[in-house]
């Protein structure tokens, strides 16, 4: 009874076959798993900004006072520091008193301190810090908005021609896994009650 087998050609060519499939299989599986992390941090960071932008926008609306005003000599500035209603969705510009004396006003403040962060004086009756001031601050975080992770760098700036009570922020984020993932959003912040300009 003769037996028949693969000859060792035969096998070779199997096997070089199946390498080059399996190969395959596994280099679209690689891009595959790559887009969806890229996909899914591009979300992550476009998430974040928007939220942060929504914060900044809620806040500066019905805020009372800005410390210190924007200057036309120094229109841009990585923070912003404002006097405004400690729940955003009861205003009341009439009443300037802080939450520390019995008021519904409290101090905020927006800076870049590895994440962006979103500050808040605790007993809402402290006195702002200077701009550029870190020492001796009564901040503390209130909220994180932007991760560290996707190096957010914020600027609020004032553009000359613009009306007195209307700022500019700019938010550009970088991707933490892939750091070619970039996202900036531009906005407009309108204030209602004050002007932000010398």
Avoid at 99 to 105: D, R
Avoid at 155 to 179: E, H, K, M, Q, S
Wanted: with cysteine.
């Amino acid at each position: 009874m003769s037996r028949k087998s693969f000859t060792m050609l035969e096998t070779m060519i199997v096997l070089v076959i199946t390498s080059v499939i399996l190969g395959g299989i596994t280099a679209f599986s690689l891009f595959f798993i790559t887009r969806v992390r890229a996909n899914l941090e591009r979300s992550n960071m476009y998430n974040q900004v928007m939220f942060a932008l929504e914060d900044v926008k809620s806040r500066c609306l019905s805020s009372v006072s800005v410390n210190p005003l924007f200057e036309l000599s120094s229109p841009d500035r990585d923070q912003l520091e404002i006097l405004g209603e400690n729940n955003i969705y009861q205003i009341s510009p009439e009443d300037i008193t802080l939450v520390g004396s019995g008021g519904s006003k409290a101090w905020y403040r927006y800076r870049v301190d590895g994440d962006f962060v979103l500050e808040r004086s605790p007993s809402g009756s402290l006195l702002p810090v200077a701009a550029g001031s870190d020492g001796g601050n009564a901040y503390v975080v209130d909220e994180v908005l932007i991760d560290e992770r996707f190096n957010p760098q914020v600027r609020f700036f004032y553009t000359a021609g613009d009306p007195p009570n209307f700022l500019g922020v700019a938010i550009t984020v970088t991707g933490d896994n892939n750091p070619e993932i970039t996202f900036t959003s531009r906005e407009g912040l309108r204030f209602w009650f004050i002007n932000v300009v010398e």
